[in-house]
DNA sequence: CGTTTAATTGAAAGCAGTCAAACTATGTGG
DNA sequence: CCACATAGTTTGACTGCTTTCAATTAAACG
Protein backbone atom coordinates (compact mmCIF):
# COMPACT_ATOMS: atom_id res chain seq x y z
CA UNK A 1 0.00 0.00 0.00
CA UNK A 2 1.88 2.98 -1.04
CA UNK A 3 1.10 6.46 0.25
CA UNK A 4 2.33 9.64 -1.15
CA UNK A 5 4.76 11.86 1.65
CA UNK A 6 6.62 14.27 0.72
CA UNK A 7 10.32 14.39 1.53
CA UNK A 8 10.06 16.80 4.76
CA UNK A 9 7.22 14.55 6.29
CA UNK A 10 8.81 11.59 5.49
CA UNK A 11 11.75 12.63 7.60
CA UNK A 12 9.35 13.97 10.35
CA UNK A 13 7.98 10.51 10.50
CA UNK A 14 11.37 8.67 10.40
CA UNK A 15 12.87 10.63 13.31
CA UNK A 16 9.78 9.52 15.47
CA UNK A 17 11.42 7.58 18.26
CA UNK A 18 10.84 3.74 17.61
CA UNK A 19 11.89 0.54 18.87
CA UNK A 20 12.48 -2.98 17.08
CA UNK A 21 10.67 -5.74 18.76
CA UNK A 22 9.89 -9.50 17.57
CA UNK A 23 7.19 -11.61 18.63
CA UNK A 24 6.06 -14.92 18.51
CA UNK A 25 3.15 -15.92 16.27
CA UNK A 26 -0.45 -14.84 17.96
CA UNK A 27 1.32 -12.27 19.87
CA UNK A 28 -1.43 -9.84 20.68
CA UNK A 29 -0.84 -6.41 19.64
CA UNK A 30 -3.91 -4.75 20.46
CA UNK A 31 -6.79 -5.59 22.49
CA UNK A 32 -10.48 -4.88 21.49
CA UNK A 33 -12.46 -3.06 24.69
CA UNK A 34 -8.27 -1.77 25.68
CA UNK A 35 -7.40 1.71 25.07
CA UNK A 36 -4.25 1.49 22.38
CA UNK A 37 -0.79 2.91 23.50
CA UNK A 38 1.03 2.39 20.18
CA UNK A 39 1.72 2.20 16.79
CA UNK A 40 3.33 -0.13 15.28
CA UNK A 41 4.43 -1.47 11.80
CA UNK A 42 5.22 -4.90 10.40
CA UNK A 43 8.55 -5.33 9.52
CA UNK A 44 8.37 -9.00 8.85
CA UNK A 45 5.81 -11.51 9.50
CA UNK A 46 1.90 -11.22 8.96
CA UNK A 47 -1.07 -9.98 11.11
CA UNK A 48 -4.59 -10.36 11.24
CA UNK A 49 -7.73 -7.90 12.73
CA UNK A 50 -10.74 -10.22 14.53
CA UNK A 51 -13.85 -9.52 16.51
CA UNK A 52 -15.40 -11.75 18.17
CA UNK A 53 -19.35 -12.78 18.59
CA UNK A 54 -20.04 -12.99 22.66
CA UNK A 55 -20.72 -16.58 21.58
CA UNK A 56 -17.04 -17.13 21.11
CA UNK A 57 -17.31 -17.11 17.09
CA UNK A 58 -13.90 -14.71 15.34
CA UNK A 59 -14.46 -13.11 12.35
CA UNK A 60 -11.17 -11.87 10.93
CA UNK A 61 -11.74 -8.80 9.17
CA UNK A 62 -8.39 -7.97 7.71
CA UNK A 63 -5.31 -9.64 6.72
CA UNK A 64 -1.80 -7.34 7.12
CA UNK A 65 1.52 -7.93 5.31
CA UNK A 66 4.84 -6.81 5.62
CA UNK A 67 5.20 -3.30 5.54
CA UNK A 68 2.01 -2.04 6.75
CA UNK A 69 1.05 -0.42 10.11
CA UNK A 70 -0.76 -1.94 12.42
CA UNK A 71 -2.57 0.79 14.78
CA UNK A 72 -3.61 3.70 12.29
CA UNK A 73 -7.20 2.35 12.73
CA UNK A 74 -7.03 2.99 16.91
CA UNK A 75 -4.84 6.03 16.76
CA UNK A 76 -7.46 8.35 17.39
CA UNK A 77 -9.87 6.71 19.08
CA UNK A 78 -10.12 5.76 23.08
CA UNK A 79 -10.56 2.34 22.98
CA UNK A 80 -9.61 -0.88 20.50
CA UNK A 81 -12.63 -1.81 18.40
CA UNK A 82 -10.96 -5.01 17.50
CA UNK A 83 -8.31 -7.38 18.30
CA UNK A 84 -5.08 -7.02 16.22
CA UNK A 85 -2.82 -10.53 16.45
CA UNK A 86 0.30 -11.91 14.59
CA UNK A 87 -0.58 -14.68 11.65
CA UNK A 88 3.60 -15.27 12.57
CA UNK A 89 6.24 -14.72 14.27
CA UNK A 90 6.96 -10.73 13.16
CA UNK A 91 9.20 -7.92 13.42
CA UNK A 92 7.64 -4.82 14.71
CA UNK A 93 8.73 -1.28 14.63
CA UNK A 94 6.75 0.12 17.75
CA UNK A 95 6.25 3.96 17.85
CA UNK A 96 4.53 5.56 20.94
CA UNK A 97 1.16 6.86 20.49
CA UNK A 98 1.24 10.08 21.26
CA UNK A 99 4.40 11.18 19.12
CA UNK A 100 2.50 10.05 15.89
CA UNK A 101 -1.07 11.89 16.99
CA UNK A 102 1.51 14.99 17.80
CA UNK A 103 2.41 14.85 13.97
CA UNK A 104 -0.30 13.71 12.69
CA UNK A 105 -1.96 16.81 13.50
CA UNK A 106 0.91 19.23 12.87
CA UNK A 107 1.49 18.23 9.73
CA UNK A 108 -1.03 18.33 6.77
CA UNK A 109 0.82 16.13 4.55
CA UNK A 110 0.73 13.51 7.21
CA UNK A 111 -2.64 13.22 8.24
CA UNK A 112 -3.47 13.25 4.71
CA UNK A 113 -0.98 10.14 4.21
CA UNK A 114 -2.68 8.42 7.16
CA UNK A 115 -6.23 9.47 5.91
CA UNK A 116 -5.60 8.23 2.43
CA UNK A 117 -4.42 5.30 3.67
CA UNK A 118 -7.40 4.52 6.31
CA UNK A 119 -9.10 4.80 3.16
CA UNK A 120 -7.52 2.56 1.17
CA UNK A 121 -8.03 -0.05 3.97
CA UNK A 122 -11.92 0.88 3.88
CA UNK A 123 -12.30 -0.04 0.59
CA UNK A 124 -10.73 -3.63 1.31
CA UNK A 125 -12.84 -4.14 4.16
CA UNK A 126 -15.96 -2.90 2.01
CA UNK A 127 -15.19 -5.42 -0.25
CA UNK A 128 -14.37 -8.30 2.46
CA UNK A 129 -18.02 -7.50 3.34
CA UNK A 130 -19.20 -8.14 -0.42
CA UNK A 131 -16.95 -11.33 0.06
CA UNK A 132 -18.27 -13.00 2.82
CA UNK A 133 -22.40 -11.87 2.45
CA UNK A 134 -22.48 -12.76 -1.76
CA UNK A 135 -19.88 -15.10 -3.20
CA UNK A 136 -20.46 -19.21 -1.91
CA UNK A 137 -17.93 -20.99 -0.42
CA UNK A 138 -15.01 -21.37 -3.77
CA UNK A 139 -15.64 -17.98 -4.86
CA UNK A 140 -14.74 -16.75 -1.35
CA UNK A 141 -12.00 -18.95 -1.12
CA UNK A 142 -10.58 -17.97 -4.47
CA UNK A 143 -10.98 -14.11 -3.84
CA UNK A 144 -9.31 -14.79 -0.83
CA UNK A 145 -6.39 -16.06 -2.31
CA UNK A 146 -6.34 -13.44 -5.50
CA UNK A 147 -6.08 -10.67 -3.03
CA UNK A 148 -3.49 -11.87 -1.56
CA UNK A 149 -1.18 -12.93 -4.08
CA UNK A 150 -1.35 -8.93 -5.61
CA UNK A 151 -1.04 -7.47 -2.49
CA UNK A 152 2.43 -9.86 -1.86
CA UNK A 153 3.05 -8.58 -5.16
CA UNK A 154 2.75 -4.88 -5.29
CA UNK A 155 5.01 -5.06 -1.96
CA UNK A 156 7.48 -7.26 -3.99
CA UNK A 157 7.24 -10.25 -1.47
CA UNK A 158 6.68 -12.69 -3.86
CA UNK A 159 4.76 -13.73 -6.94
CA UNK A 160 1.10 -13.71 -7.61
CA UNK A 161 0.71 -17.65 -8.54
CA UNK A 162 2.61 -19.02 -5.76
CA UNK A 163 3.52 -18.04 -2.25
CA UNK A 164 3.35 -18.94 1.40
CA UNK A 165 -0.09 -18.65 3.06
CA UNK A 166 0.19 -18.66 6.86
CA UNK A 167 -2.63 -19.28 7.80
CA UNK A 168 -4.40 -22.45 9.24
CA UNK A 169 -7.39 -23.46 7.36
CA UNK A 170 -9.17 -22.68 10.80
CA UNK A 171 -8.34 -19.06 11.01
CA UNK A 172 -8.99 -19.04 6.62
CA UNK A 173 -12.79 -19.61 7.83
CA UNK A 174 -12.93 -17.38 10.31
CA UNK A 175 -11.56 -15.18 7.79
CA UNK A 176 -14.40 -15.96 4.99
CA UNK A 177 -17.34 -16.56 7.54
CA UNK A 178 -17.04 -20.39 6.86
CA UNK A 179 -16.14 -23.51 9.16
CA UNK A 180 -12.28 -24.93 8.69
CA UNK A 181 -14.06 -28.42 7.95
CA UNK A 182 -15.87 -26.28 4.96
CA UNK A 183 -12.86 -24.69 4.21
CA UNK A 184 -11.21 -27.94 3.33
CA UNK A 185 -13.06 -29.32 1.01
CA UNK A 186 -13.69 -26.27 -0.45
CA UNK A 187 -9.38 -26.15 -1.33
CA UNK A 188 -9.50 -29.92 -1.78
CA UNK A 189 -11.82 -29.69 -4.57
CA UNK A 190 -10.45 -26.82 -6.17
CA UNK A 191 -7.32 -28.75 -6.07
CA UNK A 192 -9.30 -31.22 -7.96
CA UNK A 193 -10.29 -28.99 -10.32
CA UNK A 194 -6.52 -27.74 -10.97
CA UNK A 195 -7.67 -24.41 -9.50
CA UNK A 196 -4.76 -24.78 -7.44
CA UNK A 197 -1.80 -26.52 -5.97
CA UNK A 198 -0.64 -26.69 -2.56
CA UNK A 199 2.40 -28.07 -0.63
CA UNK A 200 1.98 -27.24 3.07
CA UNK A 201 1.18 -24.02 3.62
CA UNK A 202 2.30 -22.89 -0.25
CA UNK A 203 -0.49 -21.86 -2.68
CA UNK A 204 0.55 -22.09 -5.90
CA UNK A 205 -1.74 -21.10 -9.23
CA UNK A 206 -1.63 -22.67 -12.01
CA UNK A 207 -3.40 -20.31 -14.13
CA UNK A 208 -4.28 -17.23 -12.55
CA UNK A 209 -6.95 -15.95 -15.08
CA UNK A 210 -9.31 -18.92 -14.68
CA UNK A 211 -8.66 -18.45 -10.47
CA UNK A 212 -9.47 -14.53 -11.16
CA UNK A 213 -12.58 -15.79 -12.77
CA UNK A 214 -13.75 -17.77 -10.24
CA UNK A 215 -13.04 -15.50 -7.58
CA UNK A 216 -14.65 -13.13 -9.58
CA UNK A 217 -11.75 -10.80 -8.52
CA UNK A 218 -11.03 -7.04 -9.87
CA UNK A 219 -8.27 -5.54 -7.89
CA UNK A 220 -9.73 -2.23 -8.45
CA UNK A 221 -10.60 -1.88 -4.83
CA UNK A 222 -6.58 -2.60 -4.15
CA UNK A 223 -6.54 1.35 -5.16
CA UNK A 224 -2.94 0.22 -5.82
CA UNK A 225 -1.70 2.87 -8.32
CA UNK A 226 -3.15 5.32 -6.58
CA UNK A 227 -2.15 9.38 -7.28
CA UNK A 228 -0.37 11.71 -4.84
CA UNK A 229 -3.04 14.44 -6.39
CA UNK B 1 -20.79 10.96 14.22
CA UNK B 2 -19.64 13.29 16.02
CA UNK B 3 -16.02 14.36 15.30
CA UNK B 4 -14.05 17.63 17.23
CA UNK B 5 -13.22 20.62 14.98
CA UNK B 6 -12.43 23.77 15.85
CA UNK B 7 -14.00 27.07 15.58
CA UNK B 8 -11.52 28.45 13.23
CA UNK B 9 -11.37 25.01 11.10
CA UNK B 10 -15.33 25.00 11.46
CA UNK B 11 -15.90 28.25 9.68
CA UNK B 12 -13.33 27.01 6.95
CA UNK B 13 -15.56 24.54 6.59
CA UNK B 14 -18.74 26.23 6.10
CA UNK B 15 -17.43 29.06 4.25
CA UNK B 16 -17.05 26.24 0.92
CA UNK B 17 -18.75 26.59 -1.48
CA UNK B 18 -21.99 24.59 -1.19
CA UNK B 19 -24.98 23.79 -3.47
CA UNK B 20 -28.05 22.79 -1.75
CA UNK B 21 -29.89 19.82 -3.71
CA UNK B 22 -32.46 17.10 -3.24
CA UNK B 23 -32.82 14.18 -5.30
CA UNK B 24 -35.32 11.39 -5.54
CA UNK B 25 -35.30 7.96 -3.63
CA UNK B 26 -32.86 6.04 -6.10
CA UNK B 27 -30.53 8.36 -6.93
CA UNK B 28 -26.78 7.42 -7.88
CA UNK B 29 -24.54 9.71 -5.89
CA UNK B 30 -21.75 7.90 -7.20
CA UNK B 31 -20.87 5.37 -8.87
CA UNK B 32 -18.16 2.51 -8.90
CA UNK B 33 -15.51 2.72 -10.93
CA UNK B 34 -16.10 6.20 -11.79
CA UNK B 35 -13.98 9.56 -10.68
CA UNK B 36 -15.97 11.23 -8.06
CA UNK B 37 -16.44 14.44 -8.29
CA UNK B 38 -18.04 16.32 -5.64
CA UNK B 39 -18.62 15.86 -1.97
CA UNK B 40 -21.96 15.54 -0.14
CA UNK B 41 -23.57 15.50 2.87
CA UNK B 42 -26.86 14.48 4.05
CA UNK B 43 -29.06 17.26 5.15
CA UNK B 44 -32.58 14.80 5.03
CA UNK B 45 -33.00 10.70 3.71
CA UNK B 46 -31.17 8.07 3.95
CA UNK B 47 -28.67 6.65 1.54
CA UNK B 48 -26.26 3.45 0.92
CA UNK B 49 -23.29 2.19 -0.07
CA UNK B 50 -23.27 -0.65 -2.36
CA UNK B 51 -21.04 -3.39 -4.05
CA UNK B 52 -21.94 -5.79 -6.85
CA UNK B 53 -20.31 -9.24 -7.79
CA UNK B 54 -19.73 -9.78 -11.55
CA UNK B 55 -23.10 -11.83 -11.49
CA UNK B 56 -25.32 -9.07 -9.82
CA UNK B 57 -25.73 -9.99 -6.66
CA UNK B 58 -25.57 -6.84 -4.67
CA UNK B 59 -24.20 -6.52 -1.30
CA UNK B 60 -25.01 -3.11 0.70
CA UNK B 61 -21.65 -2.04 3.12
CA UNK B 62 -22.93 0.51 5.22
CA UNK B 63 -26.01 3.00 5.81
CA UNK B 64 -26.22 6.44 6.11
CA UNK B 65 -28.22 8.51 8.13
CA UNK B 66 -29.30 12.73 7.93
CA UNK B 67 -26.19 14.38 9.07
CA UNK B 68 -23.59 12.32 7.74
CA UNK B 69 -20.93 12.57 4.59
CA UNK B 70 -21.22 10.39 1.87
CA UNK B 71 -18.19 11.22 -0.19
CA UNK B 72 -15.04 10.80 2.23
CA UNK B 73 -14.26 7.33 1.27
CA UNK B 74 -13.49 8.57 -2.19
CA UNK B 75 -12.55 12.25 -1.71
CA UNK B 76 -8.17 10.96 -2.07
CA UNK B 77 -9.21 8.19 -4.76
CA UNK B 78 -8.72 8.34 -8.12
CA UNK B 79 -11.82 5.96 -8.64
CA UNK B 80 -14.84 4.93 -6.80
CA UNK B 81 -14.82 1.84 -5.43
CA UNK B 82 -18.38 1.43 -4.56
CA UNK B 83 -21.82 3.01 -5.24
CA UNK B 84 -23.40 5.34 -3.12
CA UNK B 85 -27.33 5.66 -3.54
CA UNK B 86 -30.03 7.22 -1.42
CA UNK B 87 -32.62 4.84 0.17
CA UNK B 88 -35.34 7.91 -0.07
CA UNK B 89 -35.96 11.37 -1.23
CA UNK B 90 -33.18 13.34 0.06
CA UNK B 91 -31.58 16.75 0.88
CA UNK B 92 -27.97 17.13 -0.18
CA UNK B 93 -25.30 19.76 0.22
CA UNK B 94 -22.77 19.41 -2.20
CA UNK B 95 -19.67 20.63 -2.20
CA UNK B 96 -16.81 20.41 -5.51
CA UNK B 97 -14.12 18.05 -4.15
CA UNK B 98 -11.41 20.50 -4.45
CA UNK B 99 -11.94 23.32 -2.49
CA UNK B 100 -12.75 19.98 0.15
CA UNK B 101 -9.17 18.43 -0.86
CA UNK B 102 -7.40 21.72 -0.72
CA UNK B 103 -8.67 22.62 2.58
CA UNK B 104 -7.98 19.42 3.84
CA UNK B 105 -4.39 19.93 2.72
CA UNK B 106 -3.73 23.09 4.62
CA UNK B 107 -5.37 22.81 7.49
CA UNK B 108 -4.23 19.59 10.21
CA UNK B 109 -7.53 20.25 12.10
CA UNK B 110 -9.56 19.31 9.23
CA UNK B 111 -7.72 16.94 8.30
CA UNK B 112 -7.42 15.33 11.62
CA UNK B 113 -11.48 15.46 11.57
CA UNK B 114 -11.74 13.60 8.06
CA UNK B 115 -9.68 11.11 9.79
CA UNK B 116 -11.47 10.26 12.46
CA UNK B 117 -14.83 10.29 10.80
CA UNK B 118 -12.80 7.63 8.23
CA UNK B 119 -11.82 5.51 11.43
CA UNK B 120 -15.53 5.22 12.87
CA UNK B 121 -16.81 4.81 9.25
CA UNK B 122 -13.96 1.36 9.49
CA UNK B 123 -14.96 0.32 12.68
CA UNK B 124 -18.71 0.19 11.54
CA UNK B 125 -17.69 -1.96 8.78
CA UNK B 126 -15.41 -4.25 10.75
CA UNK B 127 -18.37 -4.77 12.96
CA UNK B 128 -20.58 -5.19 9.25
CA UNK B 129 -18.14 -7.86 8.70
CA UNK B 130 -18.30 -9.90 11.97
CA UNK B 131 -22.35 -9.58 11.66
CA UNK B 132 -22.65 -11.14 8.10
CA UNK B 133 -19.98 -13.54 8.64
CA UNK B 134 -20.49 -15.11 12.06
CA UNK B 135 -24.30 -14.23 13.36
CA UNK B 136 -27.20 -16.03 12.08
CA UNK B 137 -30.24 -14.51 10.40
CA UNK B 138 -31.95 -14.13 13.54
CA UNK B 139 -29.03 -12.16 15.05
CA UNK B 140 -28.23 -10.51 12.25
CA UNK B 141 -31.17 -9.11 11.43
CA UNK B 142 -31.48 -7.50 15.17
CA UNK B 143 -28.23 -6.33 15.16
CA UNK B 144 -28.95 -3.81 12.22
CA UNK B 145 -31.65 -3.26 13.79
CA UNK B 146 -30.03 -2.35 17.28
CA UNK B 147 -27.30 0.25 15.54
CA UNK B 148 -29.91 1.67 13.53
CA UNK B 149 -32.09 2.88 16.67
CA UNK B 150 -28.86 3.90 18.10
CA UNK B 151 -27.35 5.97 15.26
CA UNK B 152 -30.80 7.58 14.79
CA UNK B 153 -31.13 8.33 18.76
CA UNK B 154 -27.62 9.17 18.40
CA UNK B 155 -28.24 11.66 15.78
CA UNK B 156 -31.25 13.03 17.66
CA UNK B 157 -33.67 11.59 14.85
CA UNK B 158 -35.74 9.63 16.55
CA UNK B 159 -36.16 6.44 19.63
CA UNK B 160 -34.23 3.68 19.76
CA UNK B 161 -37.48 1.73 20.49
CA UNK B 162 -39.19 3.22 17.32
CA UNK B 163 -38.54 4.49 13.98
CA UNK B 164 -39.20 4.06 10.63
CA UNK B 165 -36.49 1.72 8.79
CA UNK B 166 -36.31 3.06 4.89
CA UNK B 167 -35.66 -0.01 3.39
CA UNK B 168 -37.40 -2.78 1.59
CA UNK B 169 -36.83 -6.33 2.50
CA UNK B 170 -35.00 -6.95 -0.48
CA UNK B 171 -32.66 -4.22 0.90
CA UNK B 172 -32.50 -5.46 4.10
CA UNK B 173 -31.59 -8.87 2.49
CA UNK B 174 -28.45 -7.06 0.38
CA UNK B 175 -27.05 -5.32 3.69
CA UNK B 176 -27.43 -8.46 5.54
CA UNK B 177 -26.10 -10.98 3.26
CA UNK B 178 -29.66 -12.88 2.58
CA UNK B 179 -32.56 -13.18 0.35
CA UNK B 180 -35.67 -11.10 0.61
CA UNK B 181 -37.78 -14.41 1.17
CA UNK B 182 -35.41 -15.20 4.28
CA UNK B 183 -35.44 -11.78 5.74
CA UNK B 184 -39.77 -11.92 5.59
CA UNK B 185 -39.37 -15.14 7.49
CA UNK B 186 -37.32 -13.65 9.81
CA UNK B 187 -39.00 -10.76 10.57
CA UNK B 188 -42.21 -11.88 10.80
CA UNK B 189 -40.41 -14.76 13.27
CA UNK B 190 -39.40 -12.17 15.43
CA UNK B 191 -42.33 -10.69 15.60
CA UNK B 192 -44.21 -14.04 16.32
CA UNK B 193 -41.48 -13.85 19.33
CA UNK B 194 -42.00 -10.54 20.66
CA UNK B 195 -38.71 -9.02 19.91
CA UNK B 196 -40.23 -6.36 17.61
CA UNK B 197 -43.24 -5.13 16.31
CA UNK B 198 -43.73 -3.56 12.56
CA UNK B 199 -46.39 -1.03 11.01
CA UNK B 200 -45.36 -0.44 7.78
CA UNK B 201 -41.96 0.79 8.25
CA UNK B 202 -41.91 1.20 11.37
CA UNK B 203 -39.91 -0.97 13.27
CA UNK B 204 -40.92 -1.06 16.84
CA UNK B 205 -38.76 -2.29 19.96
CA UNK B 206 -40.92 -3.43 22.90
CA UNK B 207 -38.24 -4.33 24.88
CA UNK B 208 -34.70 -3.05 23.99
CA UNK B 209 -32.78 -5.58 26.52
CA UNK B 210 -33.96 -8.65 24.86
CA UNK B 211 -33.50 -7.52 21.15
CA UNK B 212 -29.88 -6.21 21.78
CA UNK B 213 -29.03 -9.38 24.11
CA UNK B 214 -30.54 -11.65 20.58
CA UNK B 215 -28.07 -8.86 18.26
CA UNK B 216 -25.33 -9.36 20.44
CA UNK B 217 -25.48 -5.91 20.12
CA UNK B 218 -22.85 -3.34 21.84
CA UNK B 219 -22.43 -0.11 20.43
CA UNK B 220 -19.10 0.22 21.28
CA UNK B 221 -17.95 0.23 17.54
CA UNK B 222 -19.75 3.13 16.94
CA UNK B 223 -17.75 5.35 19.02
CA UNK B 224 -20.18 7.95 20.30
CA UNK B 225 -18.31 9.47 22.44
CA UNK B 226 -15.59 9.56 21.19
CA UNK B 227 -12.71 12.70 23.06
CA UNK B 228 -11.65 15.17 20.91
CA UNK B 229 -7.88 14.14 22.05
C1' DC C 1 -59.25 1.36 -10.56
C1' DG C 2 -55.71 -0.83 -13.00
C1' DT C 3 -50.79 -1.38 -12.62
C1' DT C 4 -46.64 -1.96 -10.38
C1' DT C 5 -43.91 -2.82 -6.40
C1' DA C 6 -43.40 -5.00 -2.11
C1' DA C 7 -44.61 -8.46 1.29
C1' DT C 8 -45.91 -13.10 2.32
C1' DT C 9 -46.20 -18.07 2.11
C1' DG C 10 -45.32 -23.05 0.75
C1' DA C 11 -42.65 -26.81 -0.95
C1' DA C 12 -38.38 -28.62 -2.35
C1' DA C 13 -33.40 -28.46 -2.98
C1' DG C 14 -28.75 -27.37 -1.69
C1' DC C 15 -24.80 -25.41 0.46
C1' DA C 16 -22.55 -25.27 4.49
C1' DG C 17 -22.49 -26.70 9.37
C1' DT C 18 -22.06 -30.24 13.05
C1' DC C 19 -20.19 -34.15 15.11
C1' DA C 20 -16.89 -37.59 15.28
C1' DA C 21 -13.00 -39.98 14.00
C1' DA C 22 -8.79 -40.95 11.53
C1' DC C 23 -4.70 -39.39 9.70
C1' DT C 24 -0.45 -36.44 9.16
C1' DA C 25 3.06 -33.43 10.48
C1' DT C 26 5.81 -31.42 13.90
C1' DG C 27 7.96 -31.20 18.05
C1' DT C 28 9.57 -32.95 22.72
C1' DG C 29 11.67 -35.71 26.12
C1' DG C 30 13.90 -39.76 27.24
C1' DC D 1 16.32 -42.40 17.38
C1' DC D 2 11.92 -43.70 19.18
C1' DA D 3 7.50 -42.97 21.92
C1' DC D 4 4.35 -39.79 22.83
C1' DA D 5 1.94 -35.36 22.70
C1' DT D 6 0.00 -31.71 20.15
C1' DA D 7 -1.71 -29.09 16.38
C1' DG D 8 -3.52 -29.22 12.03
C1' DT D 9 -5.62 -31.63 8.03
C1' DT D 10 -8.78 -34.76 6.00
C1' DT D 11 -13.09 -37.63 5.65
C1' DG D 12 -17.73 -39.43 6.33
C1' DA D 13 -22.46 -39.29 7.73
C1' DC D 14 -26.02 -36.54 9.00
C1' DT D 15 -28.46 -32.25 10.03
C1' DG D 16 -30.23 -27.80 9.16
C1' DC D 17 -30.33 -23.04 7.84
C1' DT D 18 -30.98 -20.54 3.91
C1' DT D 19 -31.97 -20.42 -0.92
C1' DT D 20 -34.71 -21.25 -4.90
C1' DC D 21 -38.81 -21.29 -7.40
C1' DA D 22 -43.48 -20.19 -7.73
C1' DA D 23 -47.62 -18.31 -6.47
C1' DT D 24 -50.57 -15.34 -3.71
C1' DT D 25 -51.74 -11.30 -1.13
C1' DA D 26 -51.20 -6.52 0.16
C1' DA D 27 -49.80 -1.91 -0.54
C1' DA D 28 -48.47 2.10 -3.25
C1' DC D 29 -49.16 4.92 -7.18
C1' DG D 30 -50.84 7.56 -11.16
Same mark, same amino acid.
Given at each position: ????? =????????? =??????????????????????? &?? =?????????????????????????????????????????????? &???????????????????????????????????????????????????????????????????????????? =???????????????????????? &????????????????????????????????????????????
Amino acid at each position: MKVPL =SADDRSALL =SLPSTLRTVEAGSYLVRDGEPPT &TC =SVLLSGFAFRQKLTSEGMRQIVSLHIPGEALDFQNLFLDVADHTVQ &TLTRADLAIIPRDPVRTLARARPGIAHALLIYTLIEASITREWVLNVGRRDARARTSHLLCEFGVRLQAANLGGES =SYELPMTQEQLGDALGLTSVHVNR &TLRAMEADGLITRDKRRIIIPDWKKLRSVADFNGRYLHLEQQTS
